[in-house]
């Protein structure tokens, strides 16, 4: 199988770059929504591993509208990132979970700026449906990304996802009819989850041709009820060189032009519990192109039709 890229494996940079001819950066956005795992309506616990923050990178506040965040996002960017054109994303909780209403006005800010060229919308699968994807898809270049974590249901139980993964096919297909690209957050390392059950999740995006993946590590947050579970009977939690190996072996069974949005990430350090290797995002990419390296392997060595 070819390469996509000279790259090892096909960065979420590069794809952009080919798609719109010069760089583009994705500005983070903040439209105050909520979650049904945490009002009540499935559960008012949420996910384990998630704080109170659902997930946000609070690079933003929420007293600002979202064209005053746009508008702030852009001007505040630092030169040497050379973006010329911009994706609007929803990060925080579920950004489709909201009446069709607010929801249009939410996306038609969004694109208040010309250089915003697509929006990428962070949700749930149980959080769409036709009315809601038909909408999305009259955007520029939507994307929306599902917390997918695991294709495993008694993984999703134990983690109190509140949907099982038949839910997201379900979403996924519907995504595809109306056009829209796709992309999956995996974590490796969640509890009980067998290296050959991570494979399996590997295994079944690939089969989906998934457009994009995001790869997220299982750590544990304070204010996460993860933590509890942590403190009270400490379990296993991957090392840096278990993660990286892993990954290299997703990317290995992965499509060669399914777009690796994320490799690695801190999180809210300020929060982090364990395990700490996380704080040094930049140190765990570098590891995963070195073991890549060392195998002489890349994004889709052993893909299948």
């Known amino acids: 199988m070819k390469q996509k890229t000279k790259d090892r494996y096909y960065k979420f940079g590069s794809y952009l770059e080919e798609k719109f001819g010069t760089k583009v950066y994705k500005i983070t956005l903040d439209a105050e929504f909520s979650c049904p795992n945490r009002d009540g309506t499935i ?10 923050s659902g997930s946000f990178s609070c690079a933003h506040s929420s007293k600002l509208t979202i064209k005053e965040q746009v508008q ?30 607010k929801l249009k006005q939410v996306y038609d800010d969004a694109f208040s700026d010309d250089r915003v060229v697509g929006i990428s919308i962070g949700t749930r699968p149980d959080c769409i449906d036709e009315e809601k994807v038909k909408l999305i898809s009259a955007y520029k270049n939507p994307i929306i990304e599902f917390g997918l974590q695991t294709i495993h249901d008694k993984t999703l ?8 993964y ?5 979403a996924y297909n519907l995504c595809k009819k109306y056009g829209i ?28 041709k998934i457009d994009g993946v995001k790869f997220h590590v299982l750590t544990v947050l304070k204010n996460a009820p993860l933590y509890k579970m ?16 892993i990954l290299c072996d997703f990317l290995e069974i992965f499509p060669p032009d399914t ?31 070195r073991f890549l390296s060392e195998r002489n392997t890349y994004q889709g060595a052993k893909y299948q039709e």
């Open 181 to 208: 690209e796709v992309c999956a957050h995996v974590i490796l390392g969640l509890p009980n989850e067998t290296y050959e059950d991570m494979i399996e999740t590997a295994r079944e995006l690939a089969r989906l």
């Open 157 to 164: 139980k134990l983690i109190n996802r509140g949907h099982n």
């Open 230 to 245: 942590y403190i009270e009977k400490p379990f296993k939690l991957l090392s840096e060189d278990e993660y990286c190996n």
């Open 43 to 52: 559960s008012n616990k949420g996910c384990i591993f998630c704080d109170e």
């Open 166 to 170: 038949q839910c997201f096919l379900d």
């Open 259 to 289: 777009s690796i949005q994320r490799t690695a990430g801190t999180g809210l350090v300020s929060e982090l519990v364990a395990p700490l290797w996380v704080k040094n995002k930049f140190e765990t990419q570098n590891k995963i192109e």
């Open 72 to 101: 702030t996002a852009i001007n505040n960017l630092p030169k040497r990132f050379h973006a010329k054109k911009f994706i609007a994303y929803f990060q925080a909780y579920s950004n489709t979970y909201a009446p069709i209403q």
